[in-house]
Structure formats: structure tokens, C-alpha cells
């Protein structure tokens, strides 16, 4: 921005900002949430994100799962179910992969 006198001033847009690691709406998304680590939403413990700014579709995912983490979709000759006691393992829409270090839902996979 030109302030006069051949001067210029970087500006930075100051606004909501998701603080979700690898967020892909920090800044595009229509509505943000400030956590205040006492919200009950979804049954979840929000202590370990108090003072944290997430954007819609990341307070969803962890009223949800429980976790802000997101899962990679599985292609291909991937998309098959390795569970040994699944009855379908071939009819699902969706795979995932999980592995140990997978904590969604506040499950020990």
C-alpha cells in the first residue's frame, strides 16, 4: 500500500486462521471456532486444543473422530479390506489405511 511520500507499507491480512497442521481452509473457511478447551461437543476431551483456532471442516472432523487427523483414501489394488474377520472385504466405497500411528476416534489401532 502507497502511504505518500514515494513510501511503501507491506500489509499483512489479519483475519481468522485455522491452526490445524496441513489445514486446506486456514483461511477460506465461512466460519471459525476458538477453543477454549471446555467444549463437550461430539463427546471429545477439547482440553489439548484450548487456545487453538480451527476452521469448520477441522472442528467437525474432531467433534467427529476425535482426531484432526485425515485419513488417505486408498486406490487402486489397494482398496481392499485386511482385516482378517471381515465378511466384505471387497464392498466398501471407502479404504483407508491405518496404521500405528493412526489415533482416530480415540482408538489404539
Known amino acids: 500500500?502507497?502511504?505518500?511520500?514515494?513510501?511503501?507499507?507491506?500489509?499483512?491480512?489479519?483475519?481468522?486462521?485455522c491452526t490445524s497442521p496441513g489445514c486446506k481452509h486456514q483461511r477460506?473457511?465461512?466460519?471459525?471456532?476458538?477453543i477454549d478447551g471446555r467444549q463437550r461437543a461430539g463427546g471429545q476431551d477439547w482440553s489439548a486444543l484450548k487456545g487453538h483456532v480451527l476452521c469448520n471442516t477441522c472442528y467437525n472432523r474432531y467433534r467427529e473422530r476425535g482426531t484432526l487427523q485425515t485419513f488417505?483414501?486408498?486406490g487402486g489394488k489397494e482398496k481392499r479390506c485386511t482385516y482378517a474377520d471381515c465378511e466384505h472385504p471387497s464392498e466398501s466405497r471407502r479404504f483407508y489405511h491405518?496404521?500405528?500411528?493412526s489415533s482416530?476416534?480415540?482408538q489404539d489401532w
Open 1 to 17: 500500500e502507497n502511504i505518500g511520500m514515494g513510501e511503501k507499507l507491506e500489509v499483512e491480512v489479519v483475519g481468522p486462521r
Open 98 to 101: 491405518i496404521d500405528a500411528s
Open 72 to 74: 488417505q483414501v486408498l
Open 28 to 34: 477460506t473457511s465461512h466460519r471459525f471456532h476458538t
Open 104 to 106: 482416530a476416534g480415540g
